[in-house]
């Protein structure tokens, strides 16, 4: 499961961002920060033409030594990032895949929520609990 | 090989490494001077080939990579230029020898040196020698650019001849095998007759002649080597030296399609590898064009087929850097060509891609690393991901190399080089230290990350040495988070407003606390009411009328609307403390104590007064008011306020502010006025409801009281008073006021003026109070209650009268009427003193100040009855007025004809006034000895005889006159007469009526009272008629009359009456009944006198 969750608005500042264990946050901050170049440089890199039928899914965006961070990137360019540990390879791509799709589904609802302030952070308790099933239980 | 070169570049490899040193002392600036010099001269086109020589110049190499020359003929020293200084002849072999040494170090490699020779004169340098140059100075050697091109070109001959060397060695039989500087070892005892090894050292020849012919300038050649190098070494399994070759191929390819060169970026730090500018000069003899890049490489294709097409080039490189993989000891080759296959990378705009090789870079492990060496190398990682536009990356890593310079192993931390890279990854996080892109909401976001880089930028400033800087950040960091360290910077250095500028050009704007506290809105205030200058009316037309030729207009105001500095519709006055009110509330979870606050404003001397305020933590919206004083008159701006929070003072201009409301900014100050203060003899009260006063003073007063207020007026401005005018006006009440509520008399102030500053006049103003209580609904509704029908009877007809018994029990003085009869009546004026002087006289501007005067009039003697009781004469009634004292002192009512009446406290007293047929003008005064104070009041019966009662006052406007024997009668005369004498009856009808009335007859019946309630009416034997006994009378006009005249002859003595009916006639029948009523005739008939 996910390390570090995070969604990050078109304009590139974080709405959400969560990572366990929570001492390190700092670190995923960074991890993520940096994930946005290569998701940047991948939603540029397909055609305009294509903009309309993309895949959603960015696939791995980079490994490092210890995560791998995967990206997924909403049709409004609001971008979900997913770290996971390296070491856990049971993890497949398609469930990563579903994941992401989780996360977009619950991202509308709280983007449904009529006293949400799109560009806000959110805040949202169910968000919170759905980004929670996903993370790796804290030790 | 240990220390990676990270600038270097695919076009590296067709260069001469040429090494310049200094040898000896030589100041390091003319040394670096010189070395500009000679490095200018990086390509050199051979004379009678078409080729150039380009040269890579170094002033320092380590003789370890120069090992790996072999490998790869690019890093290999070919040339030394010595730089020296001599100055005299005895040095002279010294320096030489010294020269011999230096040229040892390289010396496997070299291929020509020279020595440049300062400062030396006299025979030695006379001397003509090839690998030596004198010059007299530094500054006096005007041909050392052309003294390189000749060493460059001895240079390429060389390598030309090697290269023709090694390519035209074609004797097969024994290829000496070249190695890299780890593998020499590897080869020992290894069998050199195989046809394995053979090959692999054919591979490796090739591709060395590869390596010289792109050196020499012969791309085509190059790549025709580097392609046979390949093939070869592929089938012998010579993985390092494969991935040289394809390297190479690379390399050259690179060359070929892009002239311009890959290493644009860091051409500025190498001073030796020509720049992009001269790129267009470059003459490349592959290249079918001289300048610039061929967009369609296909054309070239066809000639240069040997050429890798800009995807292979990728595709080897990869291929290139798995073999160099393999070898642990390469790992600084695999570094660079990472290195160079990014920057290709880069030009091809395939970021993705060249981050994946960058991501390699990080993790290929040099051993052990110093730790500059590895700051460089994250710089450098750095530089490389901000040319391939991964922004944040690069701003990772600059922070990490930031983070190295201070890392603790190393014993002298290099803040100053810490700070500086901490600075360079601002952008990345995109943080800007300019305040004013800060509203913009370019900080949205990653604020953890910016935080933390913040703090680092604090820290790293502090353990600089420059606190400025420190409290600079500081307070930035404070406008994002909260931070109170601060003040304990700015104790020691106070953050200013000014622009720190940094050595290195950079400029700190100065950061303004526009969110300590946040001002919600501006508001400028008017002056208090008395202090606001008043404009004569005649001039106010004249702004107004050029405005709009409408009085009203619609879309004047919407223009008016988004109008920031409009303007504001009152005034200032010059010399007057001003005043603005500023919303404002603290964020911070703490107390925030703002000093010095005060006014930024623009157009007219100001001079503000600050204020200092301390917020409690997370205050609601919180009033604070600026003052200052305006020097001058003019129009005045607010453009902002200052503050100094924590120590550091902050300008926050309000256009720069969001979400400030404001009504305006700016407002007229007009010249200064004199300021009058008012004091008055009587205490303060609270305000009047509904006026703007300045001041207010309230009493309690009697009716009827009168009490004389004095108001003392002081001079306290400090212009001359001049004009003084004083006015009063009633607010509205309902009361009916009898005489004037105030008086005055202002001529003994006005000859005082004009008052000086400092001085005072008073002015004395009479307060008397009269008002009506009586006139109260309760009093008719007694009159009701008393049984005279207001609306039937007649309440003046005495004869008609019937009085009911009086309710005479009535509990006057108890609780309940008490209060009904306490209520208190207001009355409320005010003063307006109007007055000007000084400057502002002359501009037409006034000052008004306003006394406020409420009375409260307790009601104290007045009338709560009214009734008639018929007179004996029918031109008469009785008034009945119950007096009630309502105070708690004795009165004495005193009336018109000295009748005095005394009224104890809340006593009632029936006061009787004989009402004539004279118009009701009574007056009743009535005087109180309240301790000293005489009170004087009058009452008036005015109030009390509503206009229902004053119609039955009045009298009847047909007046009827009986006269009997000469003789008017009424009700109570009797008139005397003889028997058996005619007693002639006159009846005379005055009309006073407006219209005529008539016809009427009358009737006279006598009769006779026996005072027993028995009336005997049959008396035709006792009186007798002379004449008819009815009257007649026809119409009458009015103001005429019309008499009847009869006679009576009474047979017997006695006491008659005489009644006079009246005849009901139709015509009449709307004629009130009281009107016809005709006094009854008492006669008394008595003997003849006997004479």
Known sequence: MAVCIAVIAKENCPLYIRSVPTQGELKFHYTVHTSLDVVEEKISGVGKALADQRELYLGLLYPTEDYKVYGYVTNSKVKFVIVVDSSNTSLRDNEIRSMFRKLHNSFTDVMCNPFYNPGDPIQSKAFDSIVSTMMVQAC | ?1091
């Open chain 2, 1 to 1091: 090989m240990s220390v990676p070169d990270y600038m270097q570049c695919a076009e590296d490899h067709q260069t001469a490494l040429v090494v310049v040193q200094p040898m000896g002392i030589v100041p390091e600036d003319q040394f670096f001077r010189i070395y500009k010099r000679i490095a200018s001269v990086s390509q050199v086109s051979i004379r009678d080939s078409q080729r150039v020589l380009f040269i890579r110049y170094r002033h320092h190499y380590p003789p370890e990579n120069n090992e790996w020359g072999d490998f790869q003929t690019h890093r290999k020293v070919v040339g030394l230029i010595s730089v020296t200084s001599c100055t005299t002849t005895k040095e002279w072999p010294q320096t030489s020898d010294r020269f011999q040494g230096q040229k040892e170090v390289f010396g496997s490699t070299l291929y020509d040196s020279r020595l440049l020779v300062f400062g030396l004169q006299g025979e030695v340098a006379e001397q003509q020698r090839t690998d030596v140059a004198f010059y007299p100075s530094y500054d006096d050697c005007p041909d050392v650019e052309k003294r390189v091109e000749d060493f460059v070109e001895s240079i390429f001959i060389v390598l030309e001849s090697k290269r023709l060397d090694r390519a035209t060695d074609k004797s097969g039989d024994k290829i000496q095998l070249l190695c890299a500087p780890f593998e020499k070892k590897d080869f020992v005892g290894l069998d050199t007759d195989s046809r394995h090894y053979k090959k692999r050292c054919q591979g490796r020849m090739r591709k060395h002649v590869g390596d010289l012919c792109l050196q020499a300038g012969m791309l085509q050649d190059a790549l025709v080597h580097y392609h046979m190098a390949v093939e070869l070494l592929r089938s012998v399994n010579d993985f390092l030296w494969l991935g040289a070759a394809l390297e190479g191929l690379c390399s050259a390819s690179v060359i070929f399609h892009y002239p311009g060169g890959t290493a644009w970026k860091s051409g500025a730090r190498k001073p030796g590898v020509s720049s992009a500018a001269d790129a267009g000069k470059r003459h490349r003899p592959g290249a079918l064009t001289t300048n610039g890049i061929s967009a369609d490489t296909s054309t070239e294709i066809g000639r240069a087929k040997n050429c890798l097409s800009q995807e292979d080039i990728i595709e080897k490189y990869k291929e290139a850097i798995s073999y160099y993989g393999k070898y642990k000891s390469a790992g600084v080759i695999e570094l660079e060509a990472c290195i160079k296959a990014v920057r290709v990378l880069a030009i091809q705009k395939r970021a993705r891609e060249a981050s994946e090789c960058l991501q390699n870079v990080v993790y290929i492990n040099l051993g052990q690393l110093s730790e500059e060496e590895k700051i460089q190398r994250y710089s450098v990682l750095s530089e490389l991901y901000e040319l391939i536009g991964f922004h944040r990356k690069s701003a990772f890593f600059k922070r990490v190399a930031a983070m190295q310079c201070v890392a603790p192993t190393i014993p002298e931390p290099g803040w100053k080089a810490c700070y500086k890279l901490l600075l360079e990854t601002l952008p990345g996080y995109s943080l800007s230290l300019d305040p004013k892109d800060f509203s913009k909401g370019t900080h949205r976001g990653w604020a953890a990350v910016q935080l933390r880089l913040l703090h680092e930028l604090v820290y790293a400033s502090r353990r600089m040495g420059n606190p400025g800087l420190s409290v600079r950040h500081l307070s930035f960091l404070l406008k994002k988070e909260v931070t109170q360290s601060l003040e304990n910077y700015t104790s020691k250095c106070p953050g200013g407003m000014e622009v720190i500028s940094l050595p290195d050009g950079l400029k700190l704007p100065p950061v303004s606390f526009t969110k300590l506290p946040i001002v919600r809105s501006v508001s400028l205030l008017n002056l208090p009411v008395s202090l606001r200058p008043h404009k004569v009316k005649g001039l106010l037309g004249q702004g107004m009328s050029s405005a709009s030729p409408f009085i009203y207009s619609p879309i004047t105001m919407h223009s008016r609307g988004d109008e920031r500095s409009k303007k504001i519709d009152f005034q200032w006055v010059q010399g007057d403390v001003c005043e603005v009110q500023l919303m404002v509330y603290n964020p911070m979870p703490f107390e925030l104590r703002v000093e010095n606050m005060g006014l930024l404003t623009s157009g007219v001397d100001f001079e503000s007064l600050p204020a200092a305020l301390s917020l409690p933590a997370e205050s609601g919206l919180y009033p604070v008011t600026l003052v200052g004083v305006p020097r001058t008159a003019g129009n005045i701006t607010i453009n902002g306020y200052h503050t100094s929070v924590f120590g550091v003072s902050s300008d926050c201009l309000l256009e720069g502010l969001v979400g400030v409301k404001s009504s305006g900014c700016m407002v007229e100050v007009v010249p200064s006025l004199p300021r009058l203060q008012l004091c008055t003899s009587l205490p303060r009260s609270a305000h009047l409801s509904s006026e703007d006063l300045s001041t207010s003073v309230s009493l309690r007063l009697f009716n009827g009281e009168m009490q004389q207020l004095t108001i003392t007026l002081e001079n306290i401005g400090t212009e001359t008073l001049n004009t003084l005018e004083l006015t009063s006006k009633n607010l509205s009440t309902k009361e009916k006021l009898f005489g004037e509520f105030l008086t005055w008399d202002l001529q003994d102030a006005l000859s005082h003026l004009p008052l000086k500053s400092g001085q005072s006049v008073s002015i004395p103003v009479n307060i008397s109070a009269k008002l009506d209580f009586s006139g109260q609904e309760n009093l008719l509704h007694d009159l009701n209650d008393d049984g005279i029908s207001v609306t039937g009877l007649p309440v003046s007809s005495p004869l008609r009268q019937v009085l009911k018994p009086r309710a005479e029990n009535k509990p006057v003085g108890s609780d309940a009427s008490k209060n009904e009869f306490n209520h208190v009546k207001m009355l409320e004026a005010v003063l307006t003193f109007k007055y000007s002087g000084g400057a502002g006289q002359v501009e037409g501007y006034s000052r008004e100040l306003s006394l406020g005067v409420r009375v409260d009039v307790e009601p104290s003697v007045f009338f709560t009855r009214v009734s008639t009781l018929p007179a004996t004469s029918t031109r008469q009634c009785h008034l009945l007025l119950d007096v009630f004292n309502s105070t708690e002192h004795e009165l004495t009512l005193s009336a018109k004809n000295n009748q005095d009446l005394v009224l104890h406290a809340s006593e009632c007293q029936r006061y009787t006034h004989t009402h004539t047929q004279t118009p009701p003008s009574l007056k009743a005064i009535s005087q109180s000895q309240r301790t000293s104070l005489l009170l004087r009041n009058e009452l008036f019966v005015e109030g009390v005889l509503n206009q229902l009662i004053l119609e039955h006052l009045q009298l009847a406007p047909l007046q009827w006159d009986v006269v009997v024997n000469g003789k008017p009668c009424d009700c109570d005369v009797i008139a005397d007469c003889r028997v058996g004498d005619a007693v002639p009856l006159e009846v005379k009808l005055t009309n006073r009526s407006k219209s005529a009335v008539g016809p009427f007859s009358l009737t006279v019946v006598p009769f006779q009272d026996y005072q027993n309630g028995v009336q005997n009416y049959d008396l035709q034997d006792a009186v007798s008629f002379i004449g008819s006994n009815t009257f007649y009378i026809s119409t009458v006009k009015p103001t005429e009359n019309s008499v009847c005249v009869g006679a009576l002859l009474f047979l017997y003595t006695g006491d008659f009456y005489l009644n006079i009916k009246f005849q009901d006639d139709s015509t009449a029948r709307d004629l009130p009944p009281a009107w016809f009523c005709l006094p009854s005739v008492h006669v008394k008939a008595q003997e003849p006198v006997e004479l």
